[in-house]
């Protein structure tokens, strides 16, 4: 296998504003003021046969990486974070005594921020709060994204403790220069310290998540990370572009812009951490996911069952999905809510007894249309339209405009429509989200809020 330079044909392609897709419509598009009550009415769509997930946001970190895009905030006095956690258990409480009769948990998910940035007791205190009361299936995967910069053997072994499945590390790169042009210096040795040890208490499944377009990042360099990275053996591998969003995020000001690399370099680094993942064995995952062949996300994508939700691809099945922390996103068979997230307003809500939802969107008969077109474009890189509209009960034609706005895709090479079929030729993967985005009835309104598509 050997790179790929991008195509002078896909450069405009490349250089477009897009959604990421993990959800549809997208957060951008939910709306402000809702009232908790009717997170109560979504929840009463759920059967008493379905399984649910939880996703737990954390909003702290020891250290401030800059280029990070999430909601988080570096915080020195525990006191605040022992305060959180608190309010944390406050609210697993309130979304499960809201839950009707349901069939248990089978997805627990850890983000943030850093939920290393708890404390192992206090970590061990919310998995546990959360077994109990969303009844934590026998084998449920338990999964948490981890800071191996700051991870103690104290955590690994409350991660262990706490039965945790899968721990996500964000090695991001490990050349040294870039690691600190963006303030998230951990050297090779010390991830591999951290992948033995998770393994060795227990944590069975390990991913790293790797990034392109950072500040100093060449194809070579990109390619050497992942080549190191690959010595380790994750089970999973998720490959990131660096979004350069400082009028949003303000730390992001101190990565100056003549350090990134063009639309070409972007490629380039990307399709080069792509030719060495492939070359280790891993199987190519959607859009930017890799996984060893028996690893079950790798077993879903074969077997037409891979998932995209908003940590990414999945193999969870549950049509629930409950939002716990500031700024974290539920999904539900007929909408989706979003938490406060602002710290202090989440507190307020939670502690006056409210679920502490305040943006959401409920979901037309459409959208759910819509985004199951694009949810199987985002997993398969093809989608039969007709039969797709056909289960949702819509006429075959109800996005014939859709269908045309693909087929203009045609000559550049992005995609093929056949009929009522529409797919993604295998070398133009990376720009899967340009045809999927033919389908996003509410793109025009979004203007440049999203990552570029490479």
């Known amino acids: 296998m050997s790179p790929r330079t991008l195509p002078p044909a896909w ?81 697993i ?39 109990q009361r969303f009844a934590l299936r026998p084998d449920a995967e338990v999964a948490v994204e981890l800071d191996p910069g700051r991870l103690s053997d104290a955590f690994i072994d409350a991660l262990g403790e706490a039965g945790v499945t899968r721990a996500s590390l964000g090695v991001q790169t490990f050349d040294p220069d870039v690691q600190s042009r963006v303030n998230r210096v951990q ?50 591998v998720a490959v990131f572009g660096y979004a350069h969003v400082p009028w949003m995020k303000k730390h992001q000001v101190m990565i ?67 939002p716990i922390g500031p700024s974290s996103i539920g999904r539900f068979a007929r909408g989706f809510v979003q938490n406060a997230s602002a710290t202090d307003v989440w507190s307020r809500a939670v502690e006056a007894g409210c679920l502490p939802v305040a943006r959401g969107l409920p979901l037309t008969a459409e959208d759910i249309l819509r985004a199951a077109v694009i949810e199987r474009l985002m997993c398969d890189l093809t989608v039969d339209v007709d039969a797709v509209c056909r289960s949702h009960g819509f006429d075959p034609s109800a996005l014939d405009d859709a269908v045309a706005a693909a087929a203009t ?18 070398d133009a993967y990376r720009l899967m989200r340009v045809t999927a985005a033919c389908f996003d009835a509410g793109l025009a309104d979004a203007g440049q809020r999203h990552a570029r598509a490479v």
């Open 11 to 91: 450069r405009a392609h490349a250089a477009r504003s897009l959604p990421r897709y993990t959800s549809y419509p997208t957060a951008i598009a939910f709306e402000p003021g809702l009232d908790p009550a009717r997170a109560r009415d979504l929840l009463a769509t759920l059967r008493a046969d379905d399984v649910i997930s939880a996703y737990v946001h954390i909003p702290f970190c020891r250290r401030l990486c800059w280029y990070c895009g999430c909601h988080t905030s570096v915080v020195h006095d525990y006191g605040r974070v022992g305060a959180f956690v608190s309010t944390l258990l406050q609210e």
């Open 93 to 131: 409480d309130l979304w499960a005594d809201a839950l009707g009769p349901h069939a248990g948990a089978a997805h627990l998910h850890f983000g943030g921020g850093s939920p290393n940035a708890l404390s192992p007791a206090d970590f061990l205190a919310v998995v546990r709060r959360l077994g």
């Open 187 to 236: 050297p090779f040795d010390l991830v591999a310290a951290a992948s033995d040890r998770l393994r060795r208490v227990g944590v069975g499944a390990i991913n790293f998540d790797l990034m392109y377009g950072l500040p100093g990042q060449t194809p070579e360099n990109v390619a050497a990370s992942a080549e190191a990275a690959m010595t380790l053996r994750p089970d999973r």
């Open 256 to 322: 100056r812009d003549a350090e990134l690399a063009d639309g070409d370099g972007r490629w380039a680094q990307a399709e080069a951490a792509d030719v060495a993942l492939r070359a280790a064995g891993y199987e190519r995952i959607g859009l930017d996911h890799y996984a060893l062949p028996d690893d079950p996300l790798a077993l879903a994508a074969r077997h037409g069952r891979l998932r995209r939700n908003f940590q990414g691809y999945t193999d969870d099945p549950a049509p629930v999905l409950l």
């Open 409 to 426: 895709l045609q000559p550049d090479g992005l995609c093929r429509v056949e009929g009522r079929q529409v797919s993604i030729p295998a």
